[in-house]
């Protein structure tokens, strides 16, 4: 996907250094290729049993990529009635949509019941409470799985472990049996599936089969009891590559392990919900050197990427690669990569080897595609960049950049 061409770096065959002159930096460029190869990577893993691959829009929203997985034949895991406007926008299949998340409020359960959605995740009781509540005014019945935590350790950052006790996520394993009884005598509601999701950014693949070791034991006390499990949802969380020594699992893995336990049930849907690795090694963010300084012993490279532009190695001290743009030849310093922001805490590199670079020369970071431009802010007033979606040569606008005009055109 990247690769220098007479020193200076492509993505497919559009140089970069043209697409950062062209639109400025900060900006977001996304390979379609690289995107699309990733989610068939998981249709064709999962082609054997019966699957619906839905993509955790929250890795990445933008509505050229949505619709890029729209026309692949993806579903969607929302959290929020924002992410399921924008999934219907996109013409994602309703009966492809899970609905995730610790506070959905009435509206958002409202618009989704008549938006007639798959299945909520629910992930408590005062939530199937409401969501029953919410059917009945609307005269139906409202699918849904509870997302139980299995208490798993998916050894990953503690940001983002969510499948183990004291997490705010789903209801405990020991209380699962009780709920779902509790549930099943409600009107309104339609008990469809169960669902777990552990963490994010996981490189190893036994926490899924521990997970689902204890799922399945559940399934079948519900099952003789009468409670059908159609859809298993197994959450997303695969890692992508960001570090020399990561090794992310190839999703055919993540079936091999879940199906080495839930094999043995017959017409039931597994769900998985990826979102990082479908999108995260397909996109890059471009900055520029503003200047270099030298504090004592340190060396600092400030460029006009910050942590508003890419928040993660400020939330959870994560390693991004970064490459020049042109290639260069010049004798490696030890620096840290540093935004504008006040804060200490607005670094994208810390101590990090990186070519001897001069002021107005451009960067690539790597594996930026997921969680990136979606949690940036306008920090500092600071308006956001472009994204643009590369597909051999051609090139597209799927989001312009922000003006400082935009930064007031809602405040009066
Ligand atoms: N399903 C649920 C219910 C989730 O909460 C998440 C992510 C996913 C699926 C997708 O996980 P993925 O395949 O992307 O790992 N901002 C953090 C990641 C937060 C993940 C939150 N939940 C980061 O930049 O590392």
């Given at each position: 996907?990247?690769?220098?061409?007479?020193?200076?770096?492509?993505?497919?065959?559009?140089?970069?250094?043209?697409?950062?002159?062209?639109?400025?930096?900060?900006?977001?460029?996304?390979?379609?290729?690289?995107?699309?190869?990733?989610?068939?990577?998981?249709?064709?893993?999962?082609?054997?049993?019966?699957?619906?691959?839905?993509?955790?829009?929250?890795?990445?929203?933008?509505?050229?990529?949505?619709?890029?997985?729209?026309?692949?034949?993806?579903?969607?895991?929302?959290?929020?009635?924002?992410?399921?406007?924008?999934?219907?926008?996109?013409?994602?299949?309703?009966?492809?949509?899970?609905?995730?998340?610790?506070?959905?409020?009435?509206?958002?359960?409202?618009?989704?019941?008549?938006?007639?959605?798959?299945?909520?995740?629910?992930?408590?009781?005062?939530?199937?409470?409401?969501?029953?509540?919410?059917?009945?005014?609307?005269?139906?019945?409202?699918?849904?799985?509870?997302?139980?935590?299995?208490?798993?350790?998916?050894?990953?950052?503690?940001?983002?472990?969510?499948?183990?006790?004291?997490?705010?996520?789903?209801?405990?394993?020991?209380?699962?049996?009780?709920?779902?009884?509790?549930?099943?005598?409600?009107?309104?509601?339609?008990?469809?599936?169960?669902?777990?999701?552990?963490?994010?950014?996981?490189?190893?693949?036994?926490?899924?089969?521990?997970?689902?070791?204890?799922?399945?034991?559940?399934?079948?006390?519900?099952?003789?009891?009468?409670?059908?499990?159609?859809?298993?949802?197994?959450?997303?969380?695969?890692?992508?590559?960001?570090?020399?020594?990561?090794?992310?699992?190839?999703p055919l893995n993540l079936r091999k392990a879940v199906m080495s336990i839930y094999s043995k049930y017959k017409n039931k849907t597994i769900i998985v919900e990826p979102g990082r690795s479908i999108v995260g090694d397909a996109?890059?963010?471009?900055?520029?050197v503003i200047y270099r300084k030298t504090t004592g012993s340190k060396n600092f490279i400030i460029t006009n990427v910050a942590m508003n532009d890419l928040i993660r190695p400020a939330l959870y001290d994560s390693y991004h690669?970064?490459?020049?743009?042109?290639?260069?030849?010049?004798?490696?310093?030890?620096?840290?990569?540093?935004?504008?922001?006040?804060?200490?805490?607005?670094?994208?590199?810390?101590?990090?080897?990186?070519p001897i670079i001069e002021k107005e020369e451009y960067i690539a970071i790597e594996s930026a595609g997921a969680y990136g431009r979606a949690m940036a802010s306008q920090y500092n007033s600071r308006p956001r960049g472009a994204?643009?979606?590369?597909?051999?040569?051609?090139?597209?606008?799927?989001?312009?950049?922000?003006?400082?005009?935009?930064?007031?055109?809602?405040?009066?």
């Amino acid at each position: 996907m990247l690769k220098y061409i007479k020193n200076e770096l492509f993505m497919e065959k559009v140089s970069l250094l043209k697409l950062a002159k062209k639109y400025d930096t900060p900006l977001y460029v996304y390979s379609k290729g690289k995107i699309e190869s990733n989610f068939n990577l998981y249709k064709k893993s999962f082609k054997s049993i019966d699957s619906i691959i839905c993509y955790a829009v929250k890795a990445n929203s933008n509505h050229g990529i949505l619709k890029i997985l729209a026309n692949l034949g993806a579903g969607a895991d929302v959290v929020s009635g924002g992410e399921l406007y924008r999934v219907l926008k996109a013409g994602i299949s309703s009966q492809k949509i899970v609905y995730s998340g610790v506070g959905k409020t009435s509206s958002e359960i409202e618009f989704a019941l008549k938006s007639n959605i798959l299945m909520f995740n629910v992930e408590s009781f005062e939530e199937v409470q409401q969501i029953n509540k919410t059917a009945q005014k609307l005269k139906t019945k409202a699918r849904i799985s509870f997302r139980v935590n299995p208490n798993v350790d998916p050894h990953t950052h503690k940001h983002i472990t969510t499948g183990k006790f004291g997490s705010k996520f789903g209801i405990m394993y020991e209380d699962a049996f009780e709920l779902y009884m509790k549930a099943n005598k409600m009107k309104n509601i339609e008990i469809v599936g169960i669902d777990s999701h552990i963490g994010s950014q996981l490189l190893d693949i036994t926490p899924y089969k521990l997970a689902a070791e204890k799922i399945s034991k559940l399934i079948d006390k519900l099952e003789e009891n009468k409670i059908n499990i159609k859809y298993i949802d197994i959450g997303g969380g695969l890692g992508i590559k960001y570090t020399d020594t990561d090794k992310p699992q190839h999703p055919l893995n993540l079936r091999k392990a879940v199906m080495s336990i839930y094999s043995k049930y017959k017409n039931k849907t597994i769900i998985v919900e990826p979102g990082r690795s479908i999108v995260g090694d397909a996109g890059i963010l471009l900055g520029q050197v503003i200047y270099r300084k030298t504090t004592g012993s340190k060396n600092f490279i400030i460029t006009n990427v910050a942590m508003n532009d890419l928040i993660r190695p400020a939330l959870y001290d994560s390693y991004h690669n970064i490459l020049p743009v042109k290639k260069t030849s010049k004798n490696r310093q030890i620096a840290d990569i540093v935004g504008p922001i006040c804060e200490t805490g607005d670094y994208i590199a810390k101590d990090r080897s990186f070519p001897i670079i001069e002021k107005e020369e451009y960067i690539a970071i790597e594996s930026a595609g997921a969680y990136g431009r979606a949690m940036a802010s306008q920090y500092n007033s600071r308006p956001r960049g472009a994204e643009l979606l590369v597909d051999g040569s051609k090139v597209t606008v799927i989001r312009k950049a922000e003006t400082i005009q935009d930064l007031m055109s809602k405040e009066i």
